[in-house]
């Protein structure tokens, strides 16, 4: 006999009782089905790809994340994100594919960053995109805060605000101030803005090049909060000729009058022109979702549009927008914040008990009439004492125990315990499902 | 600008069109359906974990096969099944476990094996498994074929046999011929017999030392067929003394009586003497699933009884009993035998389309209206003509076209066309759902 292995996970890698398994499964359930009913197509992409594939575009820091090996004679690379493999998806099978292509996927990535509380190696991420040909409808830019708004509505965990802005206002800006060239690095200094403050920030932007009296200018125009309508009275009255900064207002207007006629509530989003999002990646509207009661989880909702998605993989221009869900990480805040303790925590609604063994086959005959009712049902098999089997339903929450007696089997009955209320009845067994749905 | 990299993904590896796609995720759901409505717990364990752990037990052929690498110090693998994670997850979790303990995982396993045609590297498994401590009740050995009948009673692809058989019958029968020495030999020698048949296998028992009058009973024995209860009957019948060989009568017996009783029909089920499950881990039941018209595909769903699920991680006896459904492998096979041209297409129900542009805003309405009542509603946003947004309805098989125009936004109303039947007919908004349902 070899010696026991002591048996663990490695550190960042999220593993879940049943209980919070059924919650995660829940949440995932909910966001997949809006998801759908937006018309998304479900993809599934492979884990393991080809390092030069997946690699083809990345440097730096992610290059240095990346579970990454050799098999045989291939380099091989896990995915680190869901965006990549649908760049090669929709370049591999253009032809196959209807277009604008609207596909979600809702799956496991990989970074082999140090782990941190809150952060995983291995982790969720529930992605939509839309991709076009050449061109992209705008409305699209509104349908994905209305996808965003329905999901956050469902999962329930309180008010939200999704915060919109349009990175052809903040570029335009930038370049009507002379920093044409700088944007980039003005962009990554402004995103951190909540972090440091605006006297590092400020001091950040000097670097740049910037003078004071500009970095006060871009500070003031960006701190601007109003309703949206103020927002964009306040955009057009700018004294900013610049095109793109223009184009950038058109739009964010469109985008809101768009998102109204999807139906989303106006206290649910906000033009804010903080929003930044840091990745040179993006090139129109932004978004970031944050929970009213819990600022400090940061975003839990991001994406936006970008002008070409494929470049690394073909020569067709390809525009798309998107978001992401990061799952696993908005669990585990959510978890940790104390809400999740309200949802249910059993799939299973009943629990079929037999009072003895000689009990089982009208045990077994009453399971099957529930779930052909479609009612998800376990029987209990163990030869216990009755205190035992309370118990197990008792642990595993499940909301009802159906109890097999001699008299029972007599009378065709069964005596149904809701176990939340205590209340006892008597049920025919061809009532059962009736009642206990 | 770098070179173009070739989008492709490694051979061996499954990646689907959307099309297929949501055919496979329905078979996928209904599996999990049946799953949870045999009252099983969801679970969902890391890709990646120690490859100590994970290869505890194994050595040989699954060494090979797995994927391995080193990141950081640490010596990783991706889980090459599922059943040595349920092992390691029981044994780490098990004081806040419920026993007996019923989970289904149904998630990608990961093995580098030669790629063969409908062998994957990378493909979905779908486990079930019921773990007690010390002991588990036998009529969990009836539960998992209920199990069985129920997903591929749902999955409709036609008639199908469970396979039933015990391996104490066949040990106990070895043993009563003097052969309980080289019992694994031998049942590996008839797991073969459908391959390379009778005479092969007469003459690789030979090998092992078996006469060929002694290989002459064993391939009787096996060979014998009858119904249900004739088999029941021969079994009890035999002149053989051999105390396991009673004991697998006895749990055979009553296996297939506590089947009729969860309502399984008779004609699904049956008693093969020639199922013998080759790998040495299973003790008592053992199941394989054919479809009756597809011989060829092999068993799609197996499976069995094994004694001590944890010996490489505890002292602890945690006996148990599962089976899986290799969901990659039967829906490769499942298409290639054109068994999957029935299965609707798409998941959207309806596709809104405004006229023209200026009706965008009804259009966005009507959509909302009817994914407030649950409808999977896409909406075409491009400025194409008729033809073109038609042909993006059919291309994805959409069933109904809601057309918004002048007139209709005017009279509060849609026409709704029937994809299938050609039909079209005039709706007021607000009974559009009631119409598509």
């Known amino acids: 006999m070899k010696d026991k292995v002591t048996p663990k996970i490695l550190p960042g890698f999220m593993e879940l009782l049943p209980e919070d398994q059924i919650c995660f499964n829940r949440m995932y359930q909910t966001i997949r089905s809006v998801y759908e009913r937006f018309g ?3 993809q599934d992409t492979p884990v393991i790809e080809y390092s030069d594939v997946l690699l083809a575009k990345a440097g730096g820091e992610t290059e240095k994340q990346i579970y990454r090996f050799q098999k045989g004679d291939n380099d091989l690379a896990l995915r680190f994100d869901l965006t990549v493999p649908l760049a090669r998806y929709v370049a591999q099978h253009y032809n196959d594919l209807v277009f604008p292509f609207k596909r979600y996927q809702m799956n496991k990535v990989f970074r082999g960053e140090r782990p941190q509380k809150g952060r995983f190696r291995e982790f969720y991420q529930c992605d939509i995109d839309v991709i076009g040909v050449e061109s992209l409808e705008l409305v699209f830019d509104a349908e994905m ?12 965990f309180g008010s939200f605000t999704i915060r919109i802005n349009n990175r052809k206002v903040l570029n335009g800006f930038f370049s009507e ?6 944007i980039a690095d003005i962009l990554r200094t402004i995103d951190k803005l909540e972090k440091i403050g605006e006297q590092s920030v400020a001091k950040e932007l000097a ?8 970095a006060k200018r871009i ?7 109003g309703t949206n309508d103020e927002m964009l009275a306040m955009l057009d009255a700018q004294n900013v000729a610049d095109e793109t900064y223009r184009e950038g ?5 469109q985008v809101i009058g768009y998102l109204r006629r999807f139906g989303v509530e106006e206290a649910a989003f906000l033009i804010d022109l903080t929003i930044a999002r840091g990745l040179d990646y993006y090139t129109g509207t932004v978004y970031e979702t944050m929970l009213n009661d819990y600022p400090s989880m940061g975003s839990v909702c991001s994406g936006g549009r970008y002008d070409n998605l494929t470049e690394y993989y073909t020569d067709q221009k390809l525009p798309g927008i998107g ?4 799952l696993s990480r908005l669990f585990y805040q959510l978890k940790e914040n104390g809400l999740l303790t309200g949802a249910p925590k059993s799939l299973t609604k009943c629990l079929v008990i037999p009072m003895n063994e000689s009990l089982m086959d009208t045990a077994l005959e009453a399971a099957a009439l529930l779930r052909a009712e479609g009612i998800n049902t376990d029987v209990y098999y163990q030869n216990k004492g009755m205190k035992q089997k309370m118990k197990y339903a008792n642990r595993l929450a499940i909301p009802y125990v159906v109890i097999i007696g001699e008299d029972e089997k007599a009378a065709g009955t069964a005596t149904v315990k809701d176990m939340e209320s205590g209340e006892q009845r008597t049920i025919a067994l ?3 499902s009736e009642y206990v749905k």
């Open 430 to 432: 061809d009532k059962l």
């Open 207 to 214: 670097e740049f090049g910037v003078s004071s009296e500009a």
């Open 323 to 326: 978001i992401s869900i990061g």
């Open 177 to 182: 101030l002379g920093f044409a060239d700088r």
């Open 249 to 253: 207002v058109r739009e964010l207007t």
């Open 40 to 42: 998304y197509l479900p």
């Open 145 to 156: 805060p209305a996808v965003i708004y329905q999901v956050f509505k469902e999962l329930d």
């Open 219 to 225: 500070l003031d125009f960006i701190a601007y909060k």
